[in-house]
């Protein structure tokens, strides 16, 4: 089974601070995405990968960054956390054809809390 | 890019009824594909289906069937003989050309004993 495994389950962190979300998956899949999941507005993406060293915006990338140096490690970085990024992070990856064509794995999540 | 509209917020249930979540999508993209992801209380979002945009048959698993229709662009998605285990966030999406994943807000089923 693939699996998905992201380093923290809960994290509280100050406004200010640098956070570095970690993710990795063992399928290679060249495939990997970051989303954030709040009440009443479901997923939404942040960031996504399609490759090492590759990266694209998603839909909400403001105040994110992401790094991706090994194909199994994608990191999501808040630069400067606010109180409006306390959310539900969902990391996923997917085999090399993408979303369109085969399903995305998710991680278990991580829950941030900007206080 | 893709819209996805899932109009039931929360659905309440007793067990053994059959219940339905409804799925609406719209896409300029003439391939495309669907999916129905679940999301227990646990976290994780399971994935359950996906179909083809070019793949218009039914499918059934078990208690869970899909039905896709795309006259009324729908992708609905029927628990028979619900049960306390099936109560989780459900959530539709779509992709087209690119690798994004658009999701719906997702519906909260609640199976009561």
């Known amino acids: 089974d693939v699996k998905v495994t992201q380093s923290s389950r809960y994290l509280v962190k100050r406004t200010g601070e640098k956070v570095f979300l970690e993710c990795v998956q063992d399928?290679?899949?060249?495939?990997m995405f970051w989303y954030r999941q709040d009440p009443g507005l479901g997923l939404r993406l942040i960031y996504f990968s399609y490759d090492v060293k590759m990266k694209e915006k998603g839909d909400i990338p403001e105040g994110y960054s992401v790094s991706r140096e090994k194909k199994e490690r994608f990191s999501l970085i808040l630069e400067s956390a606010s109180t409006n990024q306390t959310s539900m992070y969902l990391c996923?990856?997917?085999?090399?054809?993408?979303?369109?064509?085969?399903?995305?794995?998710f991680g278990n999540g991580t829950r941030l809390t900007v206080t | 890019a893709q819209k996805v509209t899932q109009a039931q917020t929360e659905i309440s249930v007793v067990e053994k009824e059959d219940v339905t979540l409804d799925c609406v999508y719209e896409?300029?993209?003439?391939?495309?594909?669907l999916f129905w992801y679940k999301q227990p209380p646990s976290g994780e979002l399971v994935f359950l289906i996906r179909?083809?945009?070019?793949?218009?048959q039914n499918e059934i698993s078990g208690r869970y069937s899909w039905n896709f229709q795309k006259s009324t662009s729908s992708f609905n998605f029927t628990i028979t003989a619900s049960q306390v285990v099936d109560s989780a966030v459900y959530f539709c999406a779509a992709g087209g050309s690119n690798y994004k994943l658009t999701f719906g807000k997702g519906t909260l089923l609640t199976v009561n004993p």
């Open positions: 896409t300029r993209d003439t391939t495309y594909y």
């Open positions: 399928m290679d899949h060249e495939n």
């Open positions: 179909r083809n945009s070019f793949d218009e």
């Open positions: 996923a990856s997917s085999f090399p054809q993408g979303p369109n064509n085969s399903p995305l794995h």
